[in-house]
């Protein structure tokens, strides 16, 4: 079974930044691709970025320039690196990982960013 652990949520100003880490805990996985989304209040979840095992990069336009994603494949762990921080950008993050058979997600972590 696989479980996912997000940290570094948290109130921050606009401007400010955090850092969110998600670690999966899953001896003998292999997880082609690992992302963060978000889900806004009172709005459906968005990707917010994704990479892949081999190190290809997607991100939403709305965090380009803005956000940074890395991985760490020996920890199992996804990171987002999150700066210049606006109110839009308050919501609850969800940390989610593939196989290629299944997908996990994370219990989520909410980030407010005040203005």
């Known amino acids: 079974q696989v479980q996912l652990v997000e940290s570094g949520g948290g109130l921050v100003q606009a401007g400010g930044s955090l850092r969110l880490s998600c670690a999966a805990s899953a001896s003998g996985f292999s997880f082609n691709l690992m992302g963060w989304f978000r889900q806004p209040p009172g709005k459906q979840r968005e990707l917010v970025a994704s990479i892949t095992s081999g190190g290809s990069i997607r991100y939403s336009d709305s965090v380009k320039g803005r956000f940074t994603i890395s991985r760490d494949n020996a920890k199992n762990t996804v990171y987002l690196q999150m700066n210049s921080l606006k109110p839009e950008d308050t919501a609850v993050y969800y940390c989610?990982?593939?196989?290629?058979?299944?997908?996990?997600w994370g219990q989520g972590t909410q980030v407010t960013v005040s203005s």
């Open positions: 989610g990982v593939s196989t290629y058979a299944s997908t996990y």
